[in-house]
């Protein structure tokens, strides 16, 4: 396969995840915060739409925030238009309060309003637990996850909410999430590894050529060269192995040529002719 040809599927998810916006929800929530926020701001071609509490803006530093490719929403109009029209809601930082505000339908500020419309909506939300799960090692390393009795109520919201339709993840989860609904599947990253391994091949070949030109003449003249016309994806080293004494080469019409065999052919003044 062409390195173009690779290269086509990846181009084609590259311009679709700059068209893609994120709704992101941010409560107070603090456990994992860096985590979290680097891993939305290395996606850099995401669009996020961000919606604060109060409290959330005075736990959260502002450059984590300005270090988004974003917009902050701070009216309800834009709120609602937001809910209906991003790919993904998501609350990267989900507080007790929130939580619980949530889960009891009390709609008292932007995020919580935001939220409830999304459910009503039936949109799908993506929630971070890591701030509010008793069973978060940082809750439980400061001793907030000692009463079984308190932890009980705290995931009773959250089993409240998963009945609405949120999804809970963990903040280590994130990146691989979005990722999954944006399909940026395998394929991808082996078309990525595919092109590393053909440019290194035909930088290999042509290296060894530079150095060892003798070794190429022994081999291509023991075959005329009426009958070698090449098709299909061609690479340097099948230039190297076709071309004869006169620096031609016959191509069948729609053959590939990769870049590197094209470099190659430029390079050494050989002649190709189209059959």
Do not use: H, W
């Not at 053959?255 to 002649?271: E, G, H, R, S």
């Amino acid at each position: 396969m062409d390195i173009e040809d690779l290269l086509r599927p990846i181009i084609a998810q590259i311009i679709s995840m700059m068209n893609k916006r994120l709704l992101l929800f941010i409560s107070g929530g603090a456990v994992n915060l860096k985590n979290v926020f680097e891993t939305l701001a290395s996606m850099k071609m995401l669009k996020y739409d961000i919606v604060m509490t109060e409290a959330s803006k005075k736990v959260i530093p502002e450059e984590y925030i300005a270090n988004l490719n974003g917009r902050i929403i701070d009216c309800k109009v834009e709120l609602t238009k937001a809910v209906r029209e991003n790919d993904i809601i998501l609350v990267p930082m989900m507080s007790r309060n929130t939580l619980a505000k949530c889960a009891t339908g009390i709609q008292d500020n932007l995020v919580t309003t935001g939220i409830a419309e999304a459910l009503m909506m039936n949109r799908e939300v993506i929630a971070v637990k890591d701030s509010f799960d008793p069973q978060n090692p940082k809750n439980i390393s400061l001793d907030f996850s000692k009463n079984p009795a308190y932890n009980k109520f705290v995931l009773g919201y959250q089993d409240t909410l998963t009945n609405f339709g949120v999804k809970f993840i963990d903040a280590d989860n994130l990146k691989s999430t979005i990722n999954d609904k944006f399909s940026i599947t395998n394929s991808v990253t082996q078309n990525i590894a595919s092109i590393d391994k053909t440019v290194v091949k035909e930088q290999k070949v042509t290296a060894e050529l530079t150095v060892e030109n003798k070794n190429v003449n022994p081999i291509v003249n023991k075959v005329p060269v009426a009958e070698k016309i090449l098709s299909g994806v061609l690479t340097t080293e099948d230039i190297i192995v076709a071309v004869n004494s006169a620096k031609e080469i016959c191509v069948k019409e729609g053959a590939l040529i990769t870049p590197l065999a094209k470099d190659y052919i430029y390079n050494n003044k050989i002649n190709v002719k189209y059959y």
